[in-house]
């Protein structure tokens, strides 16, 4: 059975200039796999827990302790946990932090040992992430159908600095008969989108917030929006 032998993490910035753990799993045949944990602007209360420094370093945002937390605790952890196994690796890790909203060892080292295992493990395989995805979650012989994608247009809240409700507004193209065509609808009424936007709002309208959506300075309301 192919282990792993070794688990190292380090300090990153993400695309906001913030720390975020980057992480990397090493099989004892050489396969390794590298993963980077995603940072949101905003965390509701109910979320699992990013572990943060405190402190003046990075005001309060390193992640040191959760980098630390992966190369030793967590390390541990897996060196006896099938990494061919996902949901095996994945039961390791959350019972590795029995605390609520696994603030003692962070969800962000936890997920950072998952996403990286996983890809260890397709790279091992040799076959492509999705594909190992989805034969761990549903078996090697059903057909692959790529999902229909959603693209966020409209920013509102922590991610554009306006008074929407609603984070992200998104546009989901149902009925188009292929993937391809599918970037084709989204592309062309995102453009369009901005161009109304800069006729009845001003050119301010249309300035990019934190997840590409525009941040739609002169919306006042969720209906301006849908309108």
Do not use: W
Request: charge should be positive.
């Amino acid at each position: 059975m192919v282990k792993v032998s070794k688990i190292h993490a380090i300090e990153i910035l993400d695309s906001r200039g913030n720390p975020t753990l980057m992480t990397k799993v090493t099989l004892d045949d050489g396969t390794a796999g590298v993963a980077k944990v995603p940072s949101g602007a905003s965390t509701g209360i109910h979320e699992a827990v990013e572990l943060r420094d405190g402190g003046d370093r990075y005001n309060g945002k390193g992640v040191l302790n959760a980098v630390n937390n992966v190369n030793t605790t967590l390390a541990n952890v897996m060196q006896s946990v099938d990494p061919l196994s996902q949901s095996a690796v994945d039961r390791a890790l959350l019972e590795a932090d029995p605390s609520k909203g696994k603030g003692t060892l962070g969800a962000n080292a936890i997920l950072s040992v998952s996403m990286a295992t996983t890809v260890a493990a397709a790279r091992h395989l040799k076959t492509e992430l999705f594909q190992y995805l989805r034969t761990q979650v549903i078996g090697k012989d059903e057909k692959y159908l790529l999902p229909v994608p959603l693209s966020n247009v409209i920013n509102g809240g922590a991610h554009a600095g306006n008074s929407l409700a609603i984070q992200e507004f998104k546009i989901l193209p149902v009925g188009v008969e292929s993937f391809p065509e599918s970037l084709r609808c989204i592309s062309e009424v995102y453009h369009a989108l901005g161009k109304r936007m800069i006729k009845k709002y001003g050119r301010m309208s249309k300035h990019i917030g934190d997840e590409g959506g525009f941040c739609g300075f002169g919306l006042k309301s969720t209906r301006d929006a849908f309108d």
